[in-house]
């Protein structure tokens, strides 16, 4: 039950901000087109995406003080950089990355982020069944 809970209050966490972002700013709260905005000389001191991913990223640690959740890593570090790199490499592929698509895009309907959406994520399962049954990497 606590796990149930706690998923149901972090979707709901998410999407307010999500919702509250567009609201508030007029824009999708996609990750990878707030990082473009914070990357981008021209923009890095006009936009409120510096706010945004500065509380995603200050957020666990608030929460670690509170609650020390076990993490468990199976995978080496020069796999973690060659899948982040491949993440990278889709999300440029795609428009877009999986919130952007997966949670703002759904959320409007948006039938290019449904059909992105559905295409990482069946090539996620294609992926970890090739590493998990057909290589056996786990």
């Known amino acids: 039950m606590h796990d149930f809970v706690t998923a149901f209050l972090g979707g709901a966490l998410l999407g307010i901000a999500v919702v509250g972002y567009l609201y508030v700013n007029g824009r999708i709260a996609g990750i990878s087109g707030l990082i473009a905005q914070v990357l981008n000389p021209q923009t890095i001191f006009k936009t409120p995406a510096v706010w945004f991913l500065s509380g995603l990223i200050i957020t666990p640690f608030i929460y ?45 309907l948006s039938k290019r982020s449904i059909i992105a959406t559905m295409t990482f994520m069946f090539a996620g399962f294609v992926t970890v069944y090739i590493v998990r049954h057909l290589i056996g990497a786990f």
């Open 64 to 108: 670690g003080l509170f609650v020390q959740p076990e993490i468990v890593l199976y995978a080496s570090p020069l796999m973690m950089i060659i899948a982040g790199l491949l993440v990278g490499f889709g999300t440029r592929l795609g428009s877009g990355c999986t919130s952007g698509h997966g949670i703002c895009g759904i959320s409007r």
